[in-house]
């Protein structure tokens, strides 16, 4: 078994930062890797999305890594993997979100992503159902994907309630129905 942690978003000389150092070293102490891969401003568009189906195509054949990622979206990194999530769901070991964005309409907003998603603000508006993390979770609770996500309730950039929140909720009314 060859366990593995994908870290996003991933900046060159940002992201992951020093802060992060005590978790990486209790995660490679315990016999993770970690990956990750900048895409940049992505927001979890299709285009970020195909980057990472490459990366996870290539650690697993090249590296030997498991089958199954164990994915920890920090911030934006939320809609960046939960997004190439719903569409692998068979490849998610785990999520474990830090005050992850789960919701593009919250965090960048609709006007700002849709640049990245190649499409006006007024499509990016009518394709949400299909691009926002809230509204995809059912792949990953159909797989029993366990799931935790670490949130403040005083972040005002990434509120709660808009996100991890609502994603959360979303995960429980997907589970009873």
């Given amino acids: 078994s060859k366990p ?55 650690v697993v054949k090249t590296y030997r890594l498991d089958a199954k990622a164990c994915l920890m979206p920090q911030s934006r990194g939320g809609l960046m993997l939960l997004n190439w ?23 960048p907003g609709v006007a700002r992503a849709s640049g990245a998603y190649e499409m006006t603000t007024e499509d990016l508006r009518a394709q949400l159902p299909k691009h926002n993390p809230t ?22 950039v990434v509120p709660i309630e808009k996100n991890a929140g609502l994603f959360v909720a979303v995960s429980y009314t997907h589970l009873r129905a």
């Fill in 4 to 58: 593995w942690v994908w870290y996003a978003p991933t900046f060159i000389g940002g992201h992951p930062d020093p802060t992060h150092g005590w978790m990486a070293k209790q995660l490679l102490d315990a016999g993770f890797s970690i990956c990750g891969i900048e895409v940049g401003e992505s927001y979890g568009s299709p285009k970020g999305t195909q980057a990472y189906a490459n990366l996870y195509a290539h």
């Fill in 135 to 156: 509204e995809n979770v059912k792949p990953l609770v159909d797989a029993k994907v366990p799931m935790l996500f670490v949130h403040g309730d005083s972040d005002t």
């Fill in 85 to 107: 999530a719903k569409q692998n769901p068979d490849r998610v070991q785990c999520v474990a979100g830090i005050y992850a964005v789960c919701n593009i309409e919250s965090y």
